[in-house]
């Protein structure tokens, strides 16, 4: 039962944190308002987070796994390697969507990278996992003569720039483009110049 109302208290703190960082932005927001939201003492807030950035990065990192939950199961389904690549369109929309409602936090978890060092490691490190699996996946589609013969490493730069791209687009200009039917068009459209001369 303990263990239970310190998840249910975890859980409003981040409720509230995540409300205050996309209502007033990251610098502004002060535990104690964050305290005040959640209907929690500061002491109960250090119990489950020694700091403000701490709060902040476990929101992102919440954010990341369900990423690359998707993207592990579309790195081991057992289909082609362009099969899966149009897989990652799914997963481009999904993370539209998230945007969609949670923009000035994106904005946050982008803006902090650069002013931070500890925060700059924290989303870094995620988009070399993410080039580094979408090259890996090129090789294999390169091994099975599916995809011409490429530069992992390079197309891979590509895939995971146009992800980033779409997303921020997706969040600065909501209503600029169909954003989610676009990460399907932008794969297909990457698939036709990558894709074998037998399989295009």
Not at 140 to 168: F, K, S
């Amino acid at each position: 039962m303990t263990q239970q109302r310190g998840e249910e208290t975890q859980a409003r703190i981040l409720r509230a944190a995540a409300e205050c960082f996309m209502r007033e932005g990251y610098d502004a927001t002060g535990v104690a308002e964050i305290c005040t939201r959640a209907g929690v003492s500061k002491g109960a807030f250090y119990h489950h987070f020694p700091t403000k950035q701490a709060a902040f990065l476990v929101l992102f990192e919440r954010w990341l796994q369900g990423l690359e939950a998707s993207l592990q199961v579309i790195h081991t389904s057992g289909r082609t390697a362009p099969q899966r690549l149009e897989g990652l369109a799914a997963m481009a929309e999904q993370v539209l969507e998230q945007a969609n409602g949670q923009a000035p936090m994106f904005v946050e978890f982008w803006r902090q990278a650069t002013k931070n060092p500890d925060m700059w490691q924290a989303t870094i490190e995620p988009y070399r996992r993410f080039r580094t699996a979408f090259a890996a996946l090129i090789n294999e589609g390169v091994a099975e003569q599916t995809l011409r013969p490429v530069d992992p490493n390079l197309a891979a730069q590509v895939l995971v720039a146009l992800g980033v791209g779409l997303i921020l687009q997706g969040v600065l200009d909501p209503g600029g483009a169909e954003w989610r039917g676009a990460a399907g068009q932008a794969i297909r459209l990457l698939l036709d110049g990558l894709a074998a001369d037998d399989n295009g």
